[in-house]
Nanobody
Framework: QVQLVESGGGLVQAGGSLRLSCAAS????????MGWYRQAPGKQRELVARMTSSRSIFYADSVKGRFTISRDTKNTVYLQMNSLKPEDTAVYYCAAYWSGSLKTYWGQGTQVTVSS
């Protein structure tokens, strides 16, 4: 099992910044990818950004140039969010998995609200 603990959400005005953190613990050897998803009210959960253990990175088109995903050596992944827009408002979930596996571990979610 892998446990994911998120922090860093909150309320910010449009144009502002937030940084989310996700600390992984447990069976870290069973994952090689960590990332962030988000789910806005009435919408499906969508991938925001992910990073593999080889540092391969993917960003959704909607956040390219504004969000940056990074990972430290202690199994913590970060999402730096700049130039936030009201449409970025959502619950953000940390996710971890082994590429190609059907098993995904999820964090508890953290609310990000961007006011106009």
């Amino acid at each position: 099992q892998v446990q994911l603990v998120e922090s860093g959400g909150g309320l910010v005005q449009a144009g502002g910044s937030l940084r989310l953190s996700c600390a992984a613990s447990g069976s870290i050897f069973s994952i090689n990818t960590m990332g962030w998803y988000r789910q806005a009210p009435g919408k499906q959960r969508e991938l925001v950004a992910r990073m593999t253990s080889s540092r391969s990175i993917f960003y959704a088109d909607s956040v390219k140039g504004r969000f940056t995903i990074s990972r430290d050596t202690k199994n913590t992944v970060y999402l730096q969010m700049n130039s936030l827009k009201p449409e970025d408002t959502a619950v953000y979930y940390c996710a971890a998995y082994w590429s190609g596996s059907l098993k995904t571990y999820w964090g508890q979610g953290t609310q990000v609200t961007v006011s106009s």
